[in-house]
């Protein structure tokens, strides 16, 4: 079994910085694909940036330019580095980790979430 777990969420002022972190823990070989996803109150879900086992990036076009996702595939971690946060993006961040190799076979993932306020 594969378990994700997110830290470094809180409270934060509008132009603020935040980094998350999410460690994945188990008989993992390697991990494909990690990405964070986040969920606003009385919203959609929003896919907020990919990156591969490679390194290639994708962001939402929300954040391109203050965001930047980044991994430590020795320790299984991805990061989250926010930068000018705005109020509207308070929300529960999660981490998800797809085509992940373990002994038992091809396994996906997702953390339990990080709760991120921005107070304006």
């Known amino acids: 079994q594969v378990q994700l777990v997110e830290s470094g969420g809180g409270l934060m002022q509008a132009g603020g910085s935040l980094r998350l972190s999410c460690a994945a823990s188990g008989s993992i070989i390697s991990i494909n694909f990690m990405c964070w996803y986040r969920q606003a109150p009385g919203k959609h879900g929003e896919l907020v940036a990919t990156i591969g086992i490679g390194g290639i990036t994708n962001y939402a076009d929300s954040v391109k330019g203050r965001f930047t996702i980044s991994r430590d595939n020795a320790n299984n971690t991805v990061y989250l580095q926010m930068t000018s946060l705005k109020p509207g993006e308070t929300a529960v961040y999660f981490c998800?980790?797809?085509?992940?190799?373990?002994?038992?076979?091809?396994?996906?993932?997702w953390g339990q979430g990080t709760q991120v306020t921005v107070s304006s």
């Open positions: 998800n980790a797809a085509g992940i190799r373990t002994m038992f076979g091809i396994k996906s993932s």
